[in-house]
């Protein structure tokens, strides 16, 4: 069967416009590129079949045709029903990778799809948030009997992902590659910082400068909303549960505050905890007539929907990707792409440049659960540090500067307890 009579798409004519997408993001990815032509040798993933479950845009196509370009059959689904763009799952297809996504669809579809790509009963998984992992673990048990391993993208599936681990369930190994430094330092804090400004700003076309922006939770991307918010001319406020986070945001320059606090003086909110219900009902109570909630964490329970859907007198969508809430004491508030996550629900996402690294990790750390899955055992692992060293030094080759080395007098002295 041919991979479109295979695939479940919304368009297969929209190829073109997808392969361009792809060109555009491969060309802005030459760490990616280097991994390609190393596998493009070396076939590491020859006879294999390779499930992936990402954001579905131009950037993870690449990586999925850098895996296929390795040996693997690759699979893809989509990890968020508004991040999947169809024109560049049309390439894919024409490109001969299996593809089960489509840009919004029904609840029950969107797991319905993400099964789909389980059908085969892969060797190797790319997960982003637990999806998979969970379905391998409850209702498709069966569809794990090849599994040696994979590759988990993202901080909340890592979280999920321990608590498997910690019960003693977890059935094959997984390789955490958001805790590699290439990875959180740059796509967590950058990637997020810049995108997240990207996906508010095309879809609320609002000055950021001179307004309020509450940014709940320090972690990572925190840091990079708070920095680029603060950028773009913004009174930064962050929230926090933890005291040492808390501290580094307020030595960092902004204000800290409880979340009631903050809710009233906030224009525009992005929470980014990988939490639930971090705003909820108490909070709008209290916010400006006109305030903006966004989300970045994985998942859309940050901004809790049921308790905004019951407070208001009704709901419209009053621009693409913004709903309008209108409270009952006449203020309205407004909700960008449902929650879900704003730089890939209402945007394309981090930059080519940054999912480079990220990208390039996730390659390289699939190689090295398929070499070493017997050895590992069923556990959650870091990225070996050579990996994540490896894919900084051909960053930095891209970008045409070197750094310096060690002498064999500073080795010795680093090594040393008695010289001084
Ligand atoms: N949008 C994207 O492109 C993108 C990229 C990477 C990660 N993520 C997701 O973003 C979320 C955060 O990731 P991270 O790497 O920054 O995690 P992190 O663990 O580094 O940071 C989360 C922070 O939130 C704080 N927090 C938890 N509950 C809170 C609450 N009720 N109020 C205020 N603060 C609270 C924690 O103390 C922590 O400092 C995760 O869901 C992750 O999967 C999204």
């Given amino acids: 069967m041919s991979s479109l009579e295979k695939s479940i798409i919304a368009d297969p004519a929209l190829a073109p416009?997808?392969?361009?997408?792809?060109?555009?993001?491969?060309a802005h990815m030459p760490v990616l590129n280097k991994i390609k032509e190393q596998f493009e040798k070396e076939q590491p993933f020859k006879g294999l079949k390779v499930s992936i479950s990402l954001h579905l845009e131009a950037k993870t196509a690449y990586l999925a045709k850098v895996v296929q370009a390795g040996g693997a059959d690759v699979t893809i689904t989509g990890s968020n029903p508004l991040s999947t763009q169809d024109d560049v799952c049309a390439a894919l297809v024409e490109d001969g990778i299996t593809v089960f996504a489509k840009y919004n669809p029904e609840p029950e579809e969107f797991k319905a799809l993400n099964i789909k790509a389980l059908e085969s009963k892969p060797d190797l998984i790319i997960d982003d948030g637990g999806d998979l992992v969970t379905l391998l673990h409850s209702e498709c048990r069966e569809l794990g009997v090849n599994l040696r391993g994979g590759a988990e993208e993202t901080t909340t599936g890592i979280i999920r992902l321990k608590a498997l681990e910690k019960e003693g369930s977890l059935s094959f190994p997984m390789v955490a590659v958001n805790d590699a430094y290439c990875k959180y330092l740059f796509d967590n804090r950058y990637g997020t910082g810049q995108s997240v400004f990207d996906g508010i700003n095309r879809t609320t076309n609002l000055v950021v400068a001179g307004k309020t922006v509450v940014v709940v939770g320090y972690g990572w991307c925190g840091k990079g909303v708070a920095m680029r918010a603060k950028g773009l001319g913004a009174t930064v406020i962050v929230t926090e549960i933890d005291a040492i986070k808390a501290v580094e945001a307020y030595m960092d320059g902004f204000a800290v505050m409880p979340m009631q606090e903050a809710a009233k003086l906030g224009d525009m909110f992005v929470t980014v905890t990988g939490n639930r219900d971090v705003i909820r009902g108490e909070h709008y109570k209290v916010m400006k007539d006109g305030a903006i909630l966004s989300n970045a964490g994985h998942f859309d329970v940050e901004v809790n929907k049921v308790e905004l859907e019951a407070m208001s007198t009704g709901k419209?969508?009053?621009?693409?990707?913004?709903?309008?809430?209108?409270?009952?004491?006449?203020?309205?508030?407004?909700?960008?792409?449902?929650?879900r996550?704003?730089?890939?629900?209402?945007?394309?996402?981090?930059?080519?440049?940054?999912?480079?690294?990220?990208?390039?990790?996730?390659?390289?750390?699939?190689?090295?659960?398929?070499?070493?899955?017997?050895?590992?055992?069923?556990?959650?692992?870091?990225?070996?540090?050579?990996?994540?060293e490896k894919v900084a030094r051909l960053k930095l080759e891209s970008l045409g500067f070197g750094i310096d080395k060690l002498s064999p007098e500073q080795i010795a002295y680093l090594d040393s307890w008695t010289e001084h």
Wanted: proline content about 2%; cysteine-free.
């Fill in 17 to 26: 416009e997808g392969h361009l997408k792809i060109d555009w993001a491969s």
């Fill in 316 to 339: 419209r969508t009053v621009r693409r990707n913004i709903e309008e809430y209108k409270m009952e004491d006449g203020r309205n508030i407004y909700l960008l792409a449902e929650g």
């Fill in 341 to 388: 996550l704003v730089n890939l629900a209402a945007g394309d996402g981090h930059p080519a440049e940054i999912m480079d690294m990220t990208f390039a990790l996730q390659a390289l750390s699939l190689k090295y659960v398929n070499d070493e899955f017997q050895s590992i055992g069923s556990k959650v692992v870091n990225v070996p540090y050579e990996l994540d």
